[in-house]
């Protein structure tokens, strides 16, 4: 992970004493550990502040800790993104198996990250595909920590619900949640 800018963590807050204590003491270092966890879901898939504590994490709780720790130290360049991106084999190694059995070419799928001085930081994404992401991003909006449960989920859903309509494919909702379900499986079996 390339190093874009650094800042001493303010041990005055719950989030950078957390780090602290695990003898991380900037957000360089910060950035660098979460890297390196397992991706995973925690128990509590809105609590970010598990990630430390399970050593494991998605991008929503990996992104949105990271997010907190830097609102903790008044870093206003740091922003945490939501994204709806066409989820396919080739950005998203893992599941083109799944998606062939279900005869789709890709599914839109919610990804958590984050910019720092407008460039995109994704401490989940571990393989170094030429084909990344953010070339099939559809929509993309700002949001807070507390925002990666629900909020997210709901949004997900609705994007969904309309991107169904607009392809005509015969899937209902609940199918192609499973089939979504089935690559982040897939996904975490690679990992």
Request: glycine share 2%; proline share 2%.
């Amino acid at each position: 992970m390339e190093k874009l800018f650094d800042f001493k963590l303010n041990t005055s807050y719950l989030t950078s004493k957390a780090f602290v204590d695990l003898e991380i003491s900037t957000f360089q270092s910060a950035l660098h550990y979460i890297h390196q966890l397992p991706y995973g879901r925690n128990t509590d898939r809105s609590d970010y502040n598990l990630v430390l504590k399970e050593q494991i994490g998605t991008c929503s709780t990996k992104h949105a800790l990271l997010k907190q720790l830097a609102i903790d130290n008044k870093q206003d360049n740091v922003k945490l993104y939501l994204s709806i991106y066409k989820m396919n084999g080739l950005n998203t190694s893992g599941i083109a198996s799944v998606l062939q059995q279900y005869n789709l070419d890709y599914i839109p799928e919610a990804h958590t990250y984050l910019k720092i001085e407008d460039r995109i930081v994704d401490v989940t994404r571990t393989d170094s595909s030429s084909h990344s992401f953010t070339d099939s991003i559809l929509h993309e909006e700002v949001i807070l920590p507390y925002q990666i449960g629900k909020y997210k989920i709901n949004y997900h859903q609705n994007y969904l619900k309309h991107w169904l309509k607009s392809v005509k494919i015969t899937y209902t909702l609940e199918e192609i949640w499973t089939i979504r379900e089935a690559c982040i499986n897939a996904l975490n079996q690679k990992t």
